[in-house]
Structure formats: structure tokens, C-alpha cells
């Protein structure tokens, strides 16, 4: 689990300060790879959620290709089984694929978004939103934070 403070420029981490441009760099000193993950990692730290970061692969296959997906949080919820939370800021055309195909081929994971804005098109060319295609692939997702319900499965 990391332990931080993002405040005003200044990280706290341990018995670390250090200054940052802005919360992206600080996040990727404590080992994220954006802000929304540093962002989430603290929620859960603050509600003393037992969790880990980018611990598992999960095999999938991309046509003429096998690939691993590290999803970004698990957290096990109380029937034993895993809970996967992935953040999204961007969801690419390529994050899409990938995430079709992960589903299609591991039905039985539950894996859930946080989207910085599911409201976002998933392109300048279309009016599907990232909601929108969570929906029609059957994804559950939130905005901002981890909502209280998933966390208390």
C-alpha cells in the first residue's frame, strides 16, 4: 500500500517532501502511472481499504498475439472473489479493444472503470461516450472516485 499527501506542489510520502510540477509527475514518483490512480490510491488508503496496485496479469489473446492486461486495482470483495478497477482519463480506441477482448475471454472477472469524465466521446467523430460503451459492453463504471457500494461488497 503507498502512503502520501499531495498538498499544494509538496508530496509527503514516508519522511520524503519533494515539490512537483503538478500531481501526474508527483504520481509517477509514487509509482502510478497518472493522477487519477495516485487520486484513487489515496481514497482507498483514507478508507483503510486493503488493496494492491498492478499486482496481476490476466492472459488474453489479441488475434495472432497473446497478451497480459495488469489491471490497475483489486480489491477482494467479501464473496471471495476479485473486484478489478481500472482508471481511465483517456479510454483509446486501443484501451477499448483491448478491454472487448479481456472481457469476451475472461467472462466471469468483474472489472470496473473510473473515468476522470465518462461523459468524454471516445472520439472528436463520434457521439459515443465513455459511458455509452461501457454500457453496451457491459462494463459498470463511476466518475472521480470509487463509489461506497463498491467497496463494501
Same mark, same amino acid.
Given at each position: 500500500?503507498?502512503?502520501?499527501?499531495?498538498?499544494?506542489?509538496?508530496?509527503?510520502?514516508?519522511?520524503?517532501? &519533494?515539490?512537483? =510540477?503538478?500531481?501526474?509527475?508527483?504520481?509517477?514518483?509514487? +509509482?502510478?502511472?497518472?493522477?487519477? /490512480?495516485? *487520486?484513487?490510491?489515496?481514497?482507498?488508503?483514507?478508507?483503510?481499504?486493503?488493496?494492491?496496485?498492478?499486482?496481476?496479469?490476466?492472459?488474453?489473446?489479441?488475434?495472432?498475439?497473446? &497478451?497480459?492486461? =495488469?489491471?490497475?486495482?483489486?480489491?477482494?470483495?467479501?464473496? +471471495?472473489?476479485?473486484?478489478?478497477? /481500472?482508471? *481511465?482519463?483517456?479510454?483509446?480506441?486501443?484501451?477499448?479493444?483491448?478491454?472487448?477482448?479481456?472481457?469476451?475471454?475472461?467472462?466471469?472477472?468483474?472489472?470496473?472503470?473510473?473515468?476522470?469524465?465518462?461523459?468524454?466521446?471516445?472520439?472528436?467523430?463520434?457521439?459515443?461516450?465513455?459511458?455509452?460503451?461501457c454500457q453496451k459492453h457491459g462494463f459498470i463504471f463511476?466518475?472521480?472516485?470509487?463509489?461506497?457500494?463498491?467497496?463494501?461488497?
Open positions: 500500500m503507498i502512503r502520501f499527501l499531495w498538498s499544494g506542489g509538496i508530496i509527503k510520502h514516508n519522511n520524503m517532501r &519533494r515539490r512537483f =510540477k503538478n500531481q501526474k509527475q508527483a504520481a509517477l514518483v509514487l +509509482g502510478y502511472r497518472s493522477g487519477l /490512480e495516485e *487520486k484513487i490510491g489515496k481514497q482507498l488508503d483514507d478508507l483503510q481499504i486493503d488493496y494492491t496496485y498492478e499486482t496481476e496479469k490476466i492472459s488474453y489473446v489479441q488475434p495472432a498475439k497473446k &497478451r497480459t492486461y =495488469k489491471p490497475d486495482f483489486i480489491k477482494n470483495k467479501k464473496n +471471495g472473489e476479485k473486484l478489478y478497477i /481500472e482508471t *481511465k482519463g483517456r479510454l483509446t480506441a486501443a484501451d477499448r479493444k483491448k478491454h472487448e477482448l479481456v472481457k469476451d475471454q475472461n467472462p466471469n472477472l468483474d472489472i470496473r472503470f473510473v473515468f476522470t469524465n465518462s461523459n468524454t466521446r471516445i472520439s472528436k467523430s463520434s457521439n459515443t461516450t465513455y459511458a455509452a460503451w463511476a466518475d472521480k472516485e470509487i463509489p461506497k457500494d463498491w467497496l463494501e461488497e
